[in-house]
């Protein structure tokens, strides 16, 4: 089992930016994909995107242009850089990996501010 930390949240102006960072530890991270999940208020968690082994990436459509998901395998970290923030971005932020991307990390609050 890894463990997954995520840091990086806080509160933000709309129109603002903030990186995200989750640090895996317990497994080989370079393997394996890794995702950034959202759970609105009052709303279900949801994909942001994922990155695979290989750095492809797929994205949501609602951040499709404006969050970037990266990752350093050297570090054992996946980041994601949002940019141009909306209240609607509003959340906990999730990171999800493992050897069976069924490992996920606490979460970091993510506040946009109208």
């Known amino acids: 089992q890894v463990q997954l930390v995520e840091s990086g949240g806080g509160l933000v102006q709309a129109g603002g930016s903030l990186r995200l960072s989750c640090t895996a530890s317990?497994?080989?991270?370079?393997?394996?994909?890794m995702g950034w999940y959202r759970r609105p208020p009052g709303k279900q968690r949801e994909l942001v995107g994922v990155?695979?082994?290989?750095?492809?990436?797929v994205y949501a459509d609602s951040v499709k242009g404006r969050f970037t998901i990266s990752r350093d395998n050297a570090k054992n970290t996946v980041y994601l850089q949002m940019n141009s923030l909306k209240p609607e971005d509003t959340g906990v932020y999730y990171c999800?990996?493992?050897?069976?991307?069924?490992?996920w990390g606490q979460g970091t609050q993510v506040t946009v501010s109208s």
């Open positions: 999800r990996g493992g050897s069976l991307y069924n490992d």
């Open positions: 990155i695979s082994s290989g750095g492809s990436t």
């Open positions: 317990g497994s080989v991270f370079s393997g394996n994909t």
